[in-house]
Protein backbone atom coordinates (compact mmCIF):
# COMPACT_ATOMS: atom_id res chain seq x y z
CA UNK A 1 0.00 0.00 0.00
CA UNK A 2 1.07 3.23 -0.96
CA UNK A 3 1.13 5.80 2.13
CA UNK A 4 -0.35 9.08 1.01
CA UNK A 5 1.98 12.16 0.47
CA UNK A 6 -1.01 15.28 1.45
CA UNK A 7 0.84 18.20 -0.17
CA UNK A 8 0.38 22.48 0.71
CA UNK A 9 1.04 24.64 -2.01
CA UNK A 10 3.09 28.04 -1.68
CA UNK A 11 2.74 30.29 -4.26
CA UNK A 12 -0.56 30.27 -6.38
CA UNK A 13 1.36 30.34 -9.62
CA UNK A 14 0.48 29.78 -13.40
CA UNK A 15 2.21 26.58 -13.08
CA UNK A 16 0.61 25.44 -9.79
CA UNK A 17 -2.60 25.65 -11.46
CA UNK A 18 -1.65 24.96 -15.03
CA UNK A 19 -0.05 21.81 -14.11
CA UNK A 20 1.31 21.23 -11.10
CA UNK A 21 -2.13 20.24 -8.87
CA UNK A 22 -3.17 17.96 -11.88
CA UNK A 23 0.53 16.10 -11.71
CA UNK A 24 0.30 15.54 -8.20
CA UNK A 25 -3.51 14.10 -8.13
CA UNK A 26 -2.40 11.60 -11.11
CA UNK A 27 0.17 9.80 -9.04
CA UNK A 28 -1.67 7.16 -6.62
CA UNK A 29 0.17 8.97 -3.45
CA UNK A 30 -0.49 12.91 -4.18
CA UNK A 31 -3.11 14.64 -2.26
CA UNK A 32 -3.65 18.11 -2.18
CA UNK A 33 -4.84 20.04 0.76
CA UNK A 34 -3.84 23.71 0.98
CA UNK A 35 -2.85 26.84 -1.14
CA UNK A 36 -1.04 29.80 0.37
CA UNK A 37 -0.81 33.12 -1.21
CA UNK A 38 0.15 36.54 0.15
CA UNK A 39 -3.49 37.76 -1.61
CA UNK A 40 -5.81 35.02 0.29
CA UNK A 41 -8.32 36.13 -2.20
CA UNK A 42 -6.51 34.81 -4.73
CA UNK A 43 -5.81 31.57 -2.74
CA UNK A 44 -9.41 31.43 -2.27
CA UNK A 45 -10.31 31.53 -5.72
CA UNK A 46 -7.28 29.28 -7.05
CA UNK A 47 -8.99 26.92 -4.27
CA UNK A 48 -12.03 27.03 -5.04
CA UNK A 49 -11.05 26.34 -9.05
CA UNK A 50 -8.93 23.27 -8.12
CA UNK A 51 -11.01 21.85 -5.60
CA UNK A 52 -8.26 22.49 -2.68
CA UNK A 53 -10.01 22.49 0.95
CA UNK A 54 -7.65 25.02 2.42
CA UNK A 55 -6.50 28.36 1.38
CA UNK A 56 -4.46 30.56 3.52
CA UNK A 57 -2.41 33.97 3.78
CA UNK A 58 0.42 32.93 5.86
CA UNK A 59 2.91 30.11 5.16
CA UNK A 60 2.90 29.54 9.00
CA UNK A 61 -0.59 29.04 9.15
CA UNK A 62 -0.95 26.41 6.56
CA UNK A 63 2.97 24.60 7.88
CA UNK A 64 1.44 24.31 11.35
CA UNK A 65 -1.21 21.75 9.52
CA UNK A 66 0.28 18.53 10.73
CA UNK A 67 -1.80 16.39 7.85
CA UNK A 68 0.49 18.06 5.01
CA UNK A 69 3.93 16.16 4.44
CA UNK A 70 5.68 18.05 1.27
CA UNK A 71 5.18 21.65 -0.26
CA UNK A 72 5.26 22.56 -3.37
CA UNK A 73 7.16 26.31 -3.92
CA UNK A 74 6.26 28.27 -6.60
CA UNK A 75 6.53 31.92 -5.32
CA UNK A 76 8.80 34.29 -7.05
CA UNK A 77 12.20 33.04 -7.45
CA UNK A 78 13.51 35.77 -3.94
CA UNK A 79 10.85 33.82 -2.20
CA UNK A 80 12.22 30.58 -2.66
CA UNK A 81 14.90 30.03 0.59
CA UNK A 82 13.02 31.25 3.41
CA UNK A 83 9.66 29.59 1.74
CA UNK A 84 12.06 26.35 1.88
CA UNK A 85 13.82 27.14 4.82
CA UNK A 86 10.54 27.37 6.89
CA UNK A 87 8.90 24.41 5.24
CA UNK A 88 12.15 22.50 6.31
CA UNK A 89 11.96 23.74 9.82
CA UNK A 90 8.35 22.07 9.92
CA UNK A 91 9.81 18.49 8.88
CA UNK A 92 8.08 18.70 5.49
CA UNK A 93 9.68 17.22 1.99
CA UNK A 94 9.99 20.40 -0.48
CA UNK A 95 9.31 20.56 -4.29
CA UNK A 96 11.24 23.83 -4.92
CA UNK A 97 11.15 25.87 -8.35
CA UNK A 98 13.99 26.49 -10.24
CA UNK A 99 16.25 28.36 -9.48
CA UNK A 100 16.32 27.07 -5.73
CA UNK A 101 18.23 30.37 -4.74
CA UNK A 102 19.50 33.63 -6.39
CA UNK A 103 22.71 33.04 -4.67
CA UNK A 104 24.98 29.89 -4.17
CA UNK A 105 25.95 30.62 -0.51
CA UNK A 106 21.60 30.81 -0.13
CA UNK A 107 21.18 27.36 -2.23
CA UNK A 108 23.65 25.68 0.09
CA UNK A 109 22.30 26.74 3.05
CA UNK A 110 18.39 25.37 2.00
CA UNK A 111 20.84 21.71 1.23
CA UNK A 112 22.32 21.88 4.30
CA UNK A 113 18.93 22.45 6.48
CA UNK A 114 16.94 19.70 4.88
CA UNK A 115 19.91 17.08 5.12
CA UNK A 116 19.97 18.27 8.63
CA UNK A 117 16.30 17.92 9.13
CA UNK A 118 16.07 15.00 7.64
CA UNK A 119 13.99 16.03 4.68
CA UNK A 120 13.59 15.18 1.01
CA UNK A 121 14.50 18.56 -1.07
CA UNK A 122 14.06 18.69 -4.43
CA UNK A 123 14.35 21.35 -7.54
CA UNK A 124 11.73 21.26 -10.12
CA UNK A 125 13.72 20.69 -13.34
CA UNK A 126 11.54 18.62 -15.61
CA UNK A 127 13.50 18.47 -18.56
CA UNK A 128 15.82 15.64 -17.69
CA UNK A 129 12.37 13.49 -17.37
CA UNK A 130 11.39 14.24 -21.25
CA UNK A 131 11.55 11.01 -23.33
CA UNK A 132 14.08 12.81 -25.96
CA UNK A 133 16.28 14.11 -23.61
CA UNK A 134 16.10 10.40 -21.64
CA UNK A 135 16.51 9.40 -25.20
CA UNK A 136 20.01 11.01 -25.62
CA UNK A 137 21.13 10.12 -22.36
CA UNK A 138 20.61 6.92 -23.51
CA UNK A 139 22.56 7.04 -26.22
CA UNK A 140 25.45 8.73 -24.45
CA UNK A 141 25.80 5.89 -21.67
CA UNK A 142 25.70 3.39 -24.39
CA UNK A 143 28.62 4.89 -26.28
CA UNK A 144 25.77 4.94 -29.24
CA UNK A 145 27.53 7.86 -30.65
CA UNK A 146 31.18 7.43 -29.51
CA UNK A 147 32.83 10.15 -27.66
CA UNK A 148 30.67 13.76 -27.00
CA UNK A 149 33.17 16.57 -28.44
CA UNK A 150 30.62 19.26 -27.89
CA UNK A 151 26.68 20.02 -27.43
CA UNK A 152 24.65 23.13 -28.70
CA UNK A 153 21.54 24.10 -26.77
CA UNK A 154 18.67 26.21 -27.81
CA UNK A 155 16.38 26.58 -25.81
CA UNK A 156 13.84 30.04 -26.39
CA UNK A 157 10.01 31.00 -26.49
CA UNK A 158 8.16 34.21 -26.31
CA UNK A 159 6.16 34.80 -23.07
CA UNK A 160 2.80 34.79 -22.98
CA UNK A 161 1.20 38.10 -21.77
CA UNK A 162 0.34 37.00 -18.66
CA UNK A 163 3.84 36.17 -17.52
CA UNK A 164 5.13 39.46 -18.90
CA UNK A 165 5.23 40.51 -14.83
CA UNK A 166 7.98 39.85 -12.34
CA UNK A 167 9.91 38.17 -14.60
CA UNK A 168 10.17 41.17 -17.06
CA UNK A 169 9.67 44.14 -14.58
CA UNK A 170 11.20 43.32 -11.41
CA UNK A 171 15.03 42.40 -10.90
CA UNK A 172 14.94 41.76 -7.52
CA UNK A 173 12.42 38.84 -7.46
CA UNK A 174 15.06 37.09 -10.08
CA UNK A 175 13.81 38.17 -13.16
CA UNK A 176 15.54 37.53 -16.56
CA UNK A 177 16.08 34.67 -18.88
CA UNK A 178 19.10 33.15 -16.66
CA UNK A 179 17.02 32.35 -14.01
CA UNK A 180 14.14 31.41 -15.66
CA UNK A 181 15.78 29.47 -18.17
CA UNK A 182 19.32 29.34 -18.55
CA UNK A 183 19.21 27.22 -14.94
CA UNK A 184 17.20 24.26 -16.77
CA UNK A 185 20.33 24.08 -19.27
CA UNK A 186 22.51 23.52 -16.38
CA UNK A 187 20.65 20.59 -15.22
CA UNK A 188 20.16 19.12 -18.58
CA UNK A 189 23.72 19.42 -19.46
CA UNK A 190 24.52 17.91 -15.79
CA UNK A 191 22.10 15.18 -16.70
CA UNK A 192 23.50 14.48 -20.13
CA UNK A 193 27.21 14.44 -18.87
CA UNK A 194 26.69 13.31 -15.20
CA UNK A 195 29.13 16.13 -14.47
CA UNK A 196 29.53 19.49 -13.27
CA UNK A 197 30.73 22.47 -15.66
CA UNK A 198 34.81 23.27 -15.35
CA UNK A 199 33.60 27.18 -16.46
CA UNK A 200 30.91 29.20 -17.98
CA UNK A 201 31.24 32.49 -20.23
CA UNK A 202 28.17 34.23 -21.18
CA UNK A 203 26.82 37.83 -22.64
CA UNK A 204 23.41 38.66 -21.58
CA UNK A 205 21.70 41.68 -23.52
CA UNK A 206 17.95 43.05 -23.09
CA UNK A 207 16.78 42.73 -26.80
CA UNK A 208 13.49 43.90 -26.84
CA UNK A 209 10.76 42.53 -24.04
CA UNK A 210 13.09 43.63 -21.16
CA UNK A 211 11.47 47.49 -20.37
CA UNK A 212 13.63 47.77 -17.24
CA UNK A 213 17.11 46.61 -18.19
CA UNK A 214 16.56 42.93 -17.04
CA UNK A 215 18.09 40.51 -19.61
CA UNK A 216 15.98 38.95 -22.48
CA UNK A 217 18.56 36.81 -23.87
CA UNK A 218 22.16 35.36 -23.14
CA UNK A 219 24.66 33.34 -25.29
CA UNK A 220 27.15 31.11 -23.32
CA UNK A 221 30.20 28.97 -23.57
CA UNK A 222 30.35 26.06 -21.56
CA UNK A 223 33.30 24.15 -20.99
CA UNK A 224 32.93 20.41 -19.19
CA UNK A 225 35.71 17.85 -18.03
CA UNK A 226 37.11 15.74 -21.30
CA UNK A 227 37.91 18.86 -23.09
CA UNK A 228 34.06 19.18 -23.87
CA UNK A 229 32.49 22.33 -24.88
CA UNK A 230 28.77 23.79 -25.36
CA UNK A 231 27.15 26.58 -26.87
CA UNK A 232 23.87 27.64 -25.23
CA UNK A 233 21.45 30.01 -26.81
CA UNK A 234 18.59 31.39 -24.37
CA UNK A 235 16.14 33.96 -25.18
CA UNK A 236 12.28 35.50 -23.76
CA UNK A 237 11.72 36.46 -27.42
CA UNK A 238 11.41 33.50 -29.98
CA UNK A 239 8.41 33.20 -31.72
CA UNK A 240 8.49 29.73 -31.27
CA UNK A 241 8.70 27.66 -27.99
CA UNK A 242 11.57 25.15 -28.50
CA UNK A 243 13.82 23.51 -26.33
CA UNK A 244 16.38 21.55 -28.66
CA UNK A 245 19.83 20.02 -27.94
CA UNK A 246 22.32 18.92 -30.66
CA UNK A 247 25.22 16.52 -29.38
CA UNK A 248 28.38 15.94 -31.68
CA UNK A 249 30.47 13.10 -31.03
CA UNK A 250 33.32 10.94 -32.46
CA UNK A 251 30.90 8.91 -34.51
CA UNK A 252 27.05 10.27 -35.23
CA UNK A 253 25.20 13.42 -33.97
CA UNK A 254 21.92 13.50 -31.63
CA UNK A 255 19.14 15.50 -31.92
CA UNK A 256 16.38 16.25 -29.51
CA UNK A 257 13.51 18.84 -30.56
CA UNK A 258 10.64 19.45 -28.04
CA UNK A 259 7.89 21.88 -28.90
CA UNK A 260 6.84 22.98 -25.32
CA UNK A 261 3.89 24.71 -24.08
CA UNK A 262 4.73 27.78 -21.68
CA UNK A 263 6.01 24.95 -18.88
CA UNK A 264 9.09 25.44 -18.28
CA UNK A 265 9.39 28.68 -16.79
CA UNK A 266 5.47 29.32 -15.45
CA UNK A 267 6.19 29.50 -11.83
Not at 30 to 38: D, E
Not at 39 to 54: E, G, M, P, W, Y
Not at 98 to 123: C, F
Request: proline fraction near 4%.
Amino acid sequence: MVDTVVWGLIGASTIAREWMVDSIRKHPSGKVKAIVSSDLDRAKVFACDKAIAASYASVESMLADPEITAVYISTTNDRHVPDALAAIEAGKHVLCEKPLALEIADAQKIVDAARNKGVVLATNHHLRNMESHRAIKSLIDQGAIGKVNSIRVFHAGELPDSLKTWRLHDKAAGGGVIYDITVHDGDLLRFYLDANPIRIAAIAATSGVGPKRIEDSVMSVWEFPGDILVQCHDSLLSVTDRVASKCMAARAASLASTSCPRHPAAA
